[in-house]
């Protein structure tokens, strides 16, 4: 079976903290991808990557950025924490044109 | 750009009954594929089903089938004998092809399948 691990379930920042919420995939996929979920709104795709050291932003990438070193590893960061980035963050990952395996998600708090 | 659009916020549904969740789209692309995907109070995503856009057979697993209207650009769930267990948020997603992957999802839809 795929398995999409993040590395926390909940994380309680500060404001203006530099966070970084990490993503390892096991199953050599090619794509990974950060989305952010918030109630009423859906998942919405922050950033991807389709190979090592590329990315592409996605709907909503202001205040993030992505660092992807390994094919395994897709890293979120956020410059400089603010409340309004409190949300729910999942990591994906999918070979070319198929479906996506998802992580358990990062529930965010920033105070 | 593609849109989804689930207008059913939540639903309720009795133990083994059938209920169906709706789930509309928009897009100009010919080739792609449709998903539901399912999310239980433990958060993790499944992928529940996947229609390819080329096929005109539904798509079925187990209790669970689509309603694929290409025409009207209508992809919803139907979810037979309902199980306590299926009690998540359904999210309904978009990809075109080909593609690097992206999803588009819709709002969720919230249901609670009650004894």
């Known amino acids: 079976d795929v398995k999409v691990t993040q590395s926390s379930r909940y994380l309680v920042k500060r404001t203006g903290e530099k966070v970084f919420l990490e993503c390892v995939q096991d199953?050599?996929?090619?794509?990974m991808f950060w989305y952010r979920q918030d109630p009423g709104l859906g998942l919405r795709l922050i950033y991807f990557?389709?190979?090592?050291?590329?990315?592409e932003k996605g709907d909503i990438p202001e205040g993030y950025s992505v660092s992807r070193e390994k094919k395994e590893r897709f890293s979120l960061i956020l410059e400089s924490a603010s409340t309004n980035q409190t949300s729910m963050y999942l990591c994906?990952?999918?070979?070319?044109?198929?479906?996506?395996?998802f992580g358990q998600g990062t529930r965010l708090t920033v105070v | 750009a593609q849109t989804v659009t689930q207008s059913q916020p939540e639903m309720s549904v009795q133990e083994a009954e059938t209920v169906t969740l709706s789930c509309t789209y928009d897009?100009?692309?010919?080739?792609?594929?449709l998903f539901w995907y399912k999310q239980p109070p433990s958060r993790q995503m499944i992928l529940v089903i996947r229609?390819?856009?080329?096929?005109?057979q539904n798509a079925t697993e187990n209790r669970f089938s689509v309603n694929f209207q290409k025409a009207a650009k209508s992809f919803s769930l139907k979810i037979s004998d309902s199980q306590l267990g299926d009690t998540a948020m359904y999210f309904c997603?978009?990809?075109?092809?080909?593609?690097?992957?992206?999803?588009?999802f819709g709002r969720g839809t919230q249901l609670t399948v009650w004894p």
């Open positions: 994906a990952s999918s070979l070319l044109d198929a479906e996506a395996f």
């Open positions: 199953m050599d996929h090619e794509n």
């Open positions: 990557s389709y190979d090592v050291k590329m990315k």
């Open positions: 897009t100009s692309e010919n080739n792609y594929y």
């Open positions: 229609q390819e856009a080329y096929k005109q």
């Open positions: 997603a978009f990809m075109k092809l080909p593609t690097l992957g992206r999803l588009y």
